[in-house]
């Protein structure tokens, strides 16, 4: 994607990256660093700093938050690293792999921290409000993924429910920050909301299909790696739904071994597509984007609107 109006502003976010981990703890800084630098998409703060500029501010609030946002998704990123006990994170060693599980979440302690201590900074308490509100509704997320993992009866609504507040909150939270920034209308300020959040759940849809279609280097970690941890996504969801009993024994024998086996994940890839489970994922994700550029008629076209609609294409036709 192409952020070129973006260039000062995320160099700016980037900058205070460096100043908001600084600590009289070395280690903070150095883990911190590990996994701000290690080639996150951004997504996170671009919506803010496009939602903010489309409603006509475009000072260094924006910036802050923007940093902020990252920093509370950084933070769950090294507690999932632990939870999940994994290994390799965006293609590089992950935190926890380097510096140990109480290292990554002890950091991830700090960055939230940390995260709230600018937020009261700021002084803007309706800001404040939809960040509480969406990391409480993030945790609730990820502790239900834990309660369902491996669940094989888990429902379409079900895991959507999960999805919204795993990933989707979070998002819909900075495109919604944008438009306080800008003293947008309540009609505005909720389209972005939705904005996000669409975008929010089509994104988590498309990382669900990448896991089983993609290869290990575009996705920076093994493919199957939800599989191997026990993760029901929605491919494997819409598949088991028309699945011979024979096959769902087959696949819950799989899903509950101590080690899935390369050719153990290559059956259910190909249970997968004999269902056309990726495809049916995908053309949900197509509608969620579908519905999250409708939200964004509210506002006059402008660069900043392309560019949000640009990345709403992006996030279904991504390979990684």
């Not at 895991?159 to 009609?187: F, H, N, P, Q």
């Not at 759940?201 to 575009?218: G, P, R």
């Not at 390369?262 to 969620?288: C, H, M, P, W």
Request: net charge negative; aromatic share 6%.
């Amino acid at each position: 994607m192409d952020w070129s109006i973006l260039d000062e502003d995320l160099k700016a976010v980037e900058t205070s990256f460096q100043e908001y981990l600084s600590s009289r703890v070395p280690l903070i800084a150095k883990v911190g660093k590990h996994i701000l630098n290690s080639g996150g998409k951004r997504i996170r703060p671009v919506i803010l700093l496009l939602s903010s500029r489309l409603n006509g501010y475009g000072g260094i609030r924006a910036i802050r938050m923007a940093s902020i946002v990252e920093f509370i998704h950084t933070a769950t990123l090294l507690h999932d690293d632990v939870v999940d006990n994994a290994n390799i994170r965006r293609g590089s060693p992950a935190a926890n792999t380097l510096w140990g599980s109480e290292a990554s979440v002890l950091v991830g302690d700090f960055l939230f921290s940390k995260s709230f201590y600018l937020m009261v900074n700021d002084g803007d308490l309706k800001i404040l409000n939809i960040l509480a509100e969406a990391t409480t509704q993030l945790a609730e997320g990820e502790i239900l993924e834990l309660v369902k993992t491996g669940d094989l009866n888990i429902t379409n609504q079900e895991y959507m429910d999960l999805i919204t507040s795993k990933t989707a909150v979070l998002i819909s939270a900075a495109s919604r920050i944008g438009a306080v920034l800008g003293k947008a209308s309540e009609e505005v300020e909720q389209a972005l909301r939705d904005y996000g959040l669409y975008v929010g759940i089509a994104f988590q849809l498309v990382d669900d299909c990448l896991d089983y279609t993609a290869t290990n280097e575009s996705l920076g970690k093994m493919i199957g790696t939800d599989l191997r941890e026990g993760k029901v996504t929605l491919p494997l969801i819409i598949s088991l739904q028309y699945a011979t009993n024979d096959e769902k024994k087959r696949i819950q024998d799989i899903v509950f071994s101590e080690k899935i086996a390369k050719e153990n994940f290559k059956e259910v890839q190909l249970f997968i597509q004999k269902y056309s489970g990726v495809e049916a994922t995908l053309e949900l994700a197509r509608k969620y984007i579908e519905k999250a550029k409708k939200c964004l008629e509210v506002s006059p076209v402008c660069p900043e609107r392309e560019a949000l609609e640009d990345l709403a294409d992006f996030i279904v036709q991504r390979d990684r």
